[in-house]
DNA sequence: CTCTATATGTGCAACACACATATAGATACA
DNA sequence: TGTATCTATATGTGTGTTGCACATATAGAG
């Protein structure tokens, strides 16, 4: 046999650019871009209370989960930061959206609102499911 | 240190039981539930297909993800199977959905309900924030 | 007897994530 | 001066899910 499904299918491993479908898990990444783009925050520690506020990621969002994406954001150069000393406390590393981070927040839009509206007529069908059973 | 932000907040990882919102990952739970409750497949390889045109799932799925994920509902006693043996071909594992397996797909229904209008309202909040940049 | 289609399954590596922990500056207060 | 707390960033690790490749088995067509 020859694998019954897929043969080609393109998607090789999602290497490199990693396309932003593959990580619609937590949507940790978008709710990042976005609080970058409104300036609703500038650094991880501020979004880590944003990002809990918008309710994109469920359940309240690990420290380290946002951490590590503003680090993968910076290696494919959708973020930029630099250091802030000013002002008290420890130092806080300020992000700033590049154009490359625009463009990912917009694809991110796209994906996001084709899986919702999925998920919304899959709720559609298996209400209809359950009323046809009690119906029966 | 503490552990600075949610000491109880309650989620303790999601162990024996496993609860449905932790694994919104690809959905692939959710859509052979409903396929099993309505009877548009009964067995592994048929849901190949059928979970493929349903959309939920975003990309391809594995047949290897079906077959472990009604491994695990089998499990929970969500479903039960039985062989047949009857037609032609290979033998093939019979699925059906038992009252666990209905609740637990009710459950779903009610995170991706959740969920879908939490993206979707994202998709609005920053289409609006890509219009303020061009109008700038 | 081989080829193909159907059907179920496993082993492995890669990855995302939750949870825990480490480090350290600043501030309050006893 | 000590110490507790808050702010802030970061790493280590175990687990679960996934994609991919591979293994296996039955039956019908030629």
Known sequence: MRRGRG???GRKRAVM????ASRLSRLIEPAVLYLLGTGQASHGYDMLSEVNK?????AEVDPGA???VLRALEEEGAVVSDWDTSGGGPARRNYELTDIGRA??????EVIERRAEAMLEFVERARE???AEIHE
Chains 1, 2 share one sequence.
């Open 129 to 131: 499911l359950f009323e």
């Open 66 to 68: 946002i951490y590590r």
């Open 7 to 9: 043969r080609g299918r």
């Open 54 to 58: 918008m309710g994109l990621t469920d």
């Open 17 to 20: 650019q990693q396309e932003v």
């Open 104 to 109: 990912r927040l917009a694809s991110w839009v």
